[in-house]
């Protein structure tokens, strides 16, 4: 009898034990989900700051940007350049998409994001141009949001300019 009721103690704390060890476990699953947000917000800020300070510090690229947003003709190099610039842009705008419904980015944080490519795919024709072409080359969810952006038949207009 006195064995039957040690060992249902010792199971008691075995298993309170267990209880204990599933909460830390749970608590340290948490805390590294927060390690990685931080980390992964902090790697496309690193990357949109590197973007922004290409642009801004290579004068002959920040000519040719501002020459392409005031309408400007670009030489058949610049229209290229400005292509690979869009195409950048867009891949670290698919990258925080990815990451925002993986969970890394929170819906305020991301409804700045959304606010920001809003205003970039609208005010820049050659911009919402360049998206009407390659927006195959996306992920399907990436250009179901950016489309979302877009004022209303811009693709149509584009193709007809």
Not at 44 to 68: F, K
Not at 107 to 119: I, L, M, S, V
Request: a negative charge; charged letters at 25%.
């Amino acid at each position: 009898m006195e064995a039957n009721r040690v060992n249902s103690w010792l199971t008691l704390g075995a298993n309170f034990g267990v209880l204990i060890g599933i909460i830390l476990l749970v608590i340290e699953l948490d805390q590294n989900r927060e390690m990685i947000q931080a980390q992964t917000r902090n790697d496309i800020a690193r990357q949109l700051s590197e973007y922004l300070s290409m642009l801004g510090s290579d004068s002959q690229l920040s000519s040719l940007v501002r020459r392409a947003e005031t309408g400007e003709e670009l030489s058949a190099d610049e229209a290229h350049q400005q292509f690979l610039l869009f195409t950048a842009n867009k891949r670290l705008w698919e990258n925080i998409h990815y990451q925002y419904r993986h969970g890394m980015f929170e819906e305020n944080e991301f409804e700045a994001e959304r606010t920001a490519w809003r205003f970039l795919i609208n005010r820049d024709r050659s911009f919402a141009r360049n998206w009407c072409v390659t927006r195959a080359n996306y992920s399907p969810e990436f250009v179901v949001e950016l489309e979302n952006l877009l004022e209303k038949d811009v693709c149509t207009i584009t193709q007809d300019e």
